[in-house]
């Protein structure tokens, strides 16, 4: 069993929890983040091997050393063929833009977001987990636009699983809002909160930090604070590293980042052996880690909506996985960084820790002007058409090319995180044509909504949770 790798909490409360006792609590009890105490490394000659698998299969050899003893091998291959069946024949797919220049297309799943690739996952590993124990629990997010949809469409109908998804009210696109509130089945619950992603965000920490709250209604996270939410996510780094000419190539990725929780799995793959020289942070006008990154100091402003609603955020809160490797596993450090936030909105770390986090980390930010801009470039240089959130992670590139942070001959991959059909007003804007909403789009788009709207109170909210969860 020592084997095995284990789990502590970020902020020290919680050590050496196995992957089931993470993956039923969400959230460390201390208000942390749990992660590994060790790591999985590949070699040149394991990536080799790597090569021709499948997604399933390569999904299995990178999730299999996390998850053992829960699961064996042959329980993760069957729980990732049926996972990735939903996503057609070619589930990561990447399109060349120009040479060494790809998109990698995450949006072929369930709800045409990144989110599903480790949704869909995490509601099968979940079911299997409360069904061993004989147990039910209740699964609180926030949501800046695609979580949400992803996690109702994963966990929808579950037995032993009621879901509550709050939403900053009328500041997700008319298609994610959509995509949550036209489900209608016992114990998925829609809730459109009056605030901003970061204030959804805190009710949901809040909520885990009353312990009481927590144990009486068996509460759990389905945002990437849960590790095992975040960690299907390092699989497509390395399937399409592999597919444009890794391990002998090192390449550049660009992501565009709100929550963190995308490029720090990138940051993953690169510590278990993946040959990345550079990860590219792409934020919007809400440009809290290009701060950062520039300056070393995280400082809280207000949220200004933007076209990439997604990404709307001030609290990046998957940073806090790379704060405490930055402060070299202090947890006490840690946590009074976080506690300083909490309070103040402002914490700060060395240059020289600034100086080591940037030989592999540049961040740019790209405004709404620059967004259309972008858009409309790659429509008419490519005949493609790519979403809002996307083209920051593409506009990101372009500026650490002209800036010389990279080669223009470096290879790159941009991640696309979302099908352009769910901003179609913002697409229109930029290059005046609607794509078109994929077939069950088009069915959910006619349905009547079920949610409630509440104000942004922390007690109301779990009133409300006590009142519609169901009772075993």
């Known amino acids: 069993m020592d084997n095995y790798i284990k789990y502590s909490s970020t902020r020290g409360g919680d050590v050496s929890l196995s ?266 006008q809400n440009d809290i880690l290009t701060r950062f990154f520039k300056s070393g100091i995280m400082e809280r402003k207000n949220v200004s909506p933007s076209y990439s609603p997604s990404m709307d955020i001030q609290v990046s809160s998957n940073f806090e996985r790379l704060l405490y490797e930055i402060n070299d596993r202090d947890t006490n450090l840690v946590k009074k960084q976080m506690n300083g936030f909490k309070v103040d909105g402002i914490f700060n770390i060395k240059q020289e820790q600034l100086n080591k986090i940037n030989n592999l980390f540049s961040a740019f930010k790209i405004d709404d002007v620059e967004t259309l801009d972008i858009i409309k470039k790659i429509y008419l240089d490519h005949e493609y058409i790519i979403d809002p959130h996307s083209a920051i992670g593409y506009g990101a590139v372009q500026k650490a090319i002209e800036q010389k942070i990279i080669s223009n001959n470096s290879t790159i991959i941009s991640l696309a995180c979302a099908h352009p059909a769910k901003f179609p007003n913002v697409i229109n804007k930029a290059i005046n044509v609607t794509p078109e909403l994929p077939t069950h789009l088009k069915f959910l788009m006619s349905c009547d909504e079920n949610f409630d709207t509440i104000e942004p109170d922390v007690n109301n909210i779990k009133l409300y949770i006590k009142s519609k969860m169901r009772v075993k």
């Open 19 to 284: 992957y089931e006792e993470v993956l039923l609590a969400g959230l460390a009890r201390d208000g942390g983040l749990f992660m590994p105490e060790s790591w999985p490394s590949f070699s040149h000659s394991d990536l080799k091997n790597m090569k021709e698998l499948s997604y399933a299969k390569l999904a299995t050899k990178i999730l299999k050393p996390f998850i053992e003893p829960f699961l064996n091998e042959d329980d993760i291959l069957n729980i990732c063929k049926s996972t990735y069946s939903q996503f057609g024949y070619n589930v990561a797919p990447l399109k060349e833009l120009k040479r060494n220049t790809y998109i990698l297309e995450l949006f072929h799943g369930p709800t045409l977001a990144f989110k599903d690739y480790a949704m869909q996952f995490l509601s099968s590993a979940f079911n299997l987990a409360l069904e061993k124990k004989g147990k039910r629990a209740v699964i609180l997010g926030a949501t800046s636009g695609d979580t949400g949809s992803a996690a109702l469409e994963a966990f929808k109908g579950k037995a032993n699983i009621d879901i509550f998804i709050l939403f900053p009210h009328r500041r997700v696109s008319k298609v994610q809002q959509k995509q949550m509130t036209w489900i209608n089945e016992e114990g998925a619950h829609a809730l459109s909160v009056k605030t901003d992603f970061d204030g959804c965000q805190t009710i949901v920490k809040d909520c885990f930090e009353d312990l009481n709250f927590k144990d009486q209604t068996s509460l759990s996270a389905i945002n990437s604070i849960n590790w095992v939410r975040l960690l299907p996510q390092i699989v497509y780094y390395f399937y399409s590293a592999l597919r444009v000419g890794s391990p002998e190539k090192e390449l550049v990725f660009s992501v565009p980042t709100g929550n963190f929780g995308n490029i720090l799995a990138g940051w993953m793959a690169k510590k278990m052996g993946l040959p990345i020289s550079r990860l590219i942070c792409g934020s919007n």
